[in-house]
DNA sequence: CTGAAAGCGCTTACAG
DNA sequence: CTGAAAGCGCTTACAG
């Protein structure tokens, strides 16, 4: 490594203190003017670059946000697989960046280890995204850091949360396919009892079958892993069941999967069955077919949680901040209008 | 905040010297059984995290690695759309959160702004993907930081590097396209004149061309950027040109884009032209229609360059790495072959 | 085997 | 308006 130029080697070359330097690089009211420009002069020529970790140590401050991602398994990859997080990730990172925080992103078993890791690192702030035990939100409020819950049903409004109503979005879809003529309608989900995303979308589909008096029958329940890969395998379980007319995704990667794995045994979509996701995503445009999904804005879900952890540093302001964006459905090309 | 445990605290506790705390968290040698044991018990009780700010600032060791990832465009967000990135980031996080490190992913304006980040920081090492101009290597190698360059064609040798050979990857699918009847043959590239992966599969393909003596037309060649945009855009003008009967698009997410756009004018793939992809992103799978490509290993990049890394950053060994993984067509839907 | 002490590079009252 | 000095929480020779 290079020696590196610290405050000292600066004040030396400007002729003044190293408290002098400090209070011009952090901007501070009160130095004269000719005073700051040597100094400006002195950083410019030694090319001087402060020590975050001096700074954090003293002034407890570290400008990095740390990012909870969901893993698909115990101790595996990120689900960055789901491009719902990539580009929920993208618009973190850039409005962060923005405003000269780094972030952290981890698929750390969230629990106590990770929140030893905001300690270790003087965290100013996270997001965390998706539901986790109670006992973690437990830890997370003693903790007490500026965090930010993105899609979570955590029962305690004590955070910052920025969320979709799930079930109004899961609502609407379900009705959209009730009022073109569908009755057997069959839904795959994640799981349900976890008490996150899915189940409010699950109860969303329940809502909408009730107001039409449909009986909510069992075997339309699909229950699996949100990933590409179960929507593939439940086309099979689906294709047997004749008398489904069409089937909710609670998310578009699943969606996707079903299509590919409703095709690939021979069923048209929608001539056979008709199929609505939700989420949105950037790929559902790389799809061949349209998919007709619940559209919720990704971008601005992470450019939320982002604004708000940072203003949740700067103002101590203890004003929690529930925001509820809203979701449209996007007719495009999967769900057929039946006629009875 | 609550008051942070320190090193002093556990000290007291446990009714010895500071030192001694710091020589059984590191696992130094040298420390009496009984007394180490006397000091973990204190640790547990206090629930002491150590400040990594304050071990950074004395032993210069931050375990952060920075990974710059190529942004879209200037001051915008991440590549993360291009699910290449995704796959790779994934496997970078996973395999460096195995040893303890921590990923501080950036799509900084990659120069000098960025490598002030790294010595703010006191990164202990760096991941480069991509591209960038030679005045940003020089000054990479001032750094004097472990340093690995994934997908570059920097021509100085001098950092550990993670590739493909894509100018084979890219004449293999044109061979494979030309054995299978196509004479004329479109490319869809990012880029050429940067010098990096598109240009090099460029090369790649007027190798194959130039081995079967086809000419080299250049109204066949379409560049642009490398993403799902541009592949749907690029559509219209290869629709109007009678005489492709096939199409190189050196990324799978041109190819996608590509084929989204070629289908909505009418186009069937791939009786009508046919495509070939480059990289088998994961969602290459999602498409109905399984994308004829040049499969990489894109997790394995990611892990391997985490890999180097880590080792660079343990042995200060500077016997330099430079790993080819390997590439290879996957015949699946997208090329026809054509009888002359 | 353990402790006293210096020092890493900063920030921040405080005094002048 | 500026500087001397304390202190943030650690690690690491060095002495014993």
Redesign the interface.
């Given at each position: 490594?290079?020696k590196?130029v610290t405050i000292k080697d600066v004040a030396r070359e400007a002729g003044v203190s190293i408290a002098t330097i400090s209070y011009v690089v952090n901007k501070k009211e009160g130095v004269r003017e000719e005073t700051a420009e040597k100094v400006s002069a002195a950083i410019k020529k030694l090319n001087y670059?402060?020590?975050?970790?001096?700074r954090?140590?003293v002034s407890?401050r570290?400008n990095?946000i740390g990012v909870v991602i969901p893993q698909t398994e115990e101790d595996?990859?990120?689900m960055?697989?789901n491009?719902f997080y990539?580009?929920f990730?993208?618009?973190v990172?850039?409005n962060l960046?923005k405003n000269n925080f780094?972030?952290?992103?981890?698929?750390?078993n969230i629990d106590k280890g990770y929140l030893?890791?905001v300690?270790?690192?003087?965290m100013d702030g996270i997001i965390v995204v998706g539901m986790y035990p109670d006992e973690f939100f437990e830890d997370l409020k003693?903790?007490?850091?500026p965090t930010v819950l993105v899609d979570s049903y955590c029962k305690d409004h004590y955070f910052h949360s920025v969320q979709i109503n799930d079930r109004y979005g899961a609502y609407i879809a379900t009705k959209y396919l009730i009022e073109n003529g569908h009755e057997n309608i069959g839904i795959v989900t994640g799981k349900i009892k976890t008490g996150g995303v899915a189940s409010e979308r699950y109860l969303g589909y329940k809502d909408a079958l009730k107001e039409f008096d449909i009986p909510i029958i069992e075997k339309n329940v699909f229950e699996g892993n949100v990933d590409?890969e179960f929507g593939i395998q439940v086309a099979k379980q689906i294709s047997k069941n004749k008398e489904l007319t069409v089937v909710f995704a609670i998310a578009d990667i699943l969606a996707?999967?079903l299509?590919?794995g409703l095709?690939s045994v021979g069923i048209n979509i929608p001539e056979d069955i008709s199929v609505i996701g939700f989420d949105d995503i950037?790929?559902s445009?790389?799809?061949?077919?349209g998919l007709t999904t619940v559209k919720q804005d990704i971008y601005k879900k992470g450019q939320k949680a982002a604004e708000i952890v940072m203003k949740s540093i700067f103002e101590k302001s203890k004003t929690k901040q529930e925001i509820v964006l809203p979701v449209e459905i996007v007719i495009r090309e999967t769900v057929k209008k039946r006629i009875k």
């Open positions: 490594m290079n590196r670059i402060p020590d975050l970790s001096a954090s140590l407890n570290s990095l595996k990859e990120l960055l697989k491009p990539s580009e990730l993208s618009a990172e850039y960046r780094q972030l952290i992103i981890s698929g750390t030893d890791m300690v270790e690192r003087n003693k903790a007490n850091i590409f996707l999967g299509i590919k095709k950037y790929i445009k790389i799809f061949d077919l």
